[in-house]
């Protein structure tokens, strides 16, 4: 089982640029998928990036694709998702997850970290 903790949340202005953390214990996270997901109030919780164990694959959501960046640090065991020019329509709690393959869907994550919150201000 991988534990796995959010930092990097926190209050920003729109255009303005934040970058979550996922530090990741347990001696498998290397081999895991890892995905970003977000829930803004009164939405579902919808996958915002996603990137294979190896790091060769990412995926990103429509409305983040060109300002977000998934990564990964093997060495630090440690996901990233840098997030430039900002809109307020991304505010929402952000939860790191892992799971076992690299997916698309919410359902393939069975790890999950307690969110940190981004709120984007106009």
């Known amino acids: 089982q991988v534990q796995l903790v959010e930092s990097g949340g926190g209050l920003v202005q729109a255009g303005g640029s934040l970058r979550l953390s996922c530090a990741a214990s347990?001696?498998?996270?290397?081999?895991?998928?890892m995905g970003w997901f977000r829930q803004a109030p009164g939405k579902e919780r919808e996958l915002v990036a996603a990137i294979s164990w190896t790091g060769g694959n990412t995926y990103y959501a429509d409305s983040v694709k060109g300002r977000f960046t998934i990564s990964r640090d093997m060495a630090k065991n440690t996901v990233y998702l840098q997030m430039n020019s900002l809109k307020p329509e991304d505010t929402a709690v952000y939860y790191c997850?892992?799971?076992?393959?690299?997916?698309?869907?919410?359902?393939?994550?069975?790890?999950w970290g307690q969110g940190t919150q981004v709120t984007v201000s106009s």
């Open positions: 347990g001696r498998k996270f290397s081999s895991y998928a």
């Open positions: 997850a892992a799971g076992p393959r690299y997916s698309v869907y919410t359902d393939d994550y069975d790890c």
